[in-house]
């Protein structure tokens, strides 16, 4: 007699039951559910299965130090940017959070508020530059502000053999104001030769992440905030592949023409340049704990 699909679910489940990890066996086993469920509501046929798994194997052959085809394939179906969120949800007014990406450096080098954290022959420089503050809008002192992006060729010094740029490690200030200069960044695709990029061209979608600056956030008394910030105008603001875009994180950046400005400000060059400000807002640990709370009681 053949098994139903609710009934081999179920079968499998009990053959889990002797697993000494409770967490473990809750979420396999409702990953098992979801999964029957998937195949019966699909009618998934033995081909279309056969080749799930092989797209899963070359996904794993791609994956390498600098690059996990796994964690792409999170990113594009929105399942990286969803864990984000429900992790690490912040109240109304804090600085929403984003994704971390494949390129985090933990012990990058320190710069002075004002420094660059790009050498020269980059990109185009912009000035970057803003406070942090807490919920009340008092000043954090001492912040710690990681901050790291791609050069004008869409690549992270991760992806360059022995490179350390684009990226540093500065403090804010005692009125928590913080600055640095970097480089303009510029949208940039996802790997291209892999099977997340080859899934999302079947779909007829694109392959690119809108221009956007990474940030990590810390200090003592208060959750850390993961993030970044995106730019108006971006052609891909509405359809970053990634999903990471939110209207909270975009940013518009301003031409500044005063010369002797750009000069003051640590420019090589007596040339115009671009203007970012942006301030991030820090949370309590009970004021991000009770928000998720919230967020999880409505659901």
């Known amino acids: 007699m053949a098994k139903t699909a609710f009934s081999l679910a179920e079968e499998v489940k009990a053959m889990n039951r002797n697993c000494q990890n409770d967490r473990l066996k809750f979420l396999i086993d409702k990953l098992v ?3 029957h469920a998937y195949v019966v509501e699909t009618s998934l046929t033995a081909d279309e299965w056969s080749a799930a798994i092989h797209f899963l194997g070359e996904a794993g052959k791609v994956c390498a130090e600098t690059r996990q085809e796994f964690d792409i394939l999170s990113g594009v179906l929105g399942v990286t ?16 959070p984003a994704l971390l990406g494949p390129f985090f450096k933990e012990d990058a080098h320190k710069v002075e508020n004002g420094d660059s954290i790009a050498s020269e022959g980059k990109g185009d420089y912009p000035y970057v530059e803003g406070r942090v503050l807490d919920l009340q809008g008092n000043p ?10 791609a050069d004008s060729s869409g690549l992270y010094d ?8 684009c990226r540093g490690r500065l403090h804010t200030a005692e009125d928590g104001s913080f600055s640095f200069r970097a480089i303009v960044p510029v949208p940039y695709p996802i790997p291209e030769d892999g099977p997340a990029a080859n899934l999302l061209t079947s779909l007829g979608r694109h392959v690119y992440r809108p221009a956007h600056l990474h940030f990590v956030i810390s200090a003592p008394g208060y959750e850390s905030v993961t993030t970044q910030f995106y730019f108006k105008g971006d052609p891909y603001l509405t359809s970053d592949a990634t999903f990471g875009v939110k209207p909270s994180l975009i940013v518009t950046p301003e031409i500044v023409e005063d010369l002797a ?3 003051a400000r640590g420019f090589k060059d007596a040339k115009p340049h671009t203007y970012i400000k942006k ?7 009970e004021q991000g704990i009770n928000a998720r709370a919230a967020v999880a009681a409505q659901n």
């Open 158 to 165: 991760f992806q360059y053999e022995n490179q350390e740029d």
């Open 33 to 35: 559910d979801h999964l």
């Open 140 to 149: 954090v002192a001492n912040a710690t502000i990681d901050t790291w992006e």
């Open 261 to 263: 400005l750009s000069k």
């Open 81 to 96: 940017t969803l864990v984000e969120d429900i992790n690490n949800g912040k109240p109304a007014g804090a600085t929403e």
């Open 279 to 285: 301030d991030f807002v820090l949370v309590t640990p």
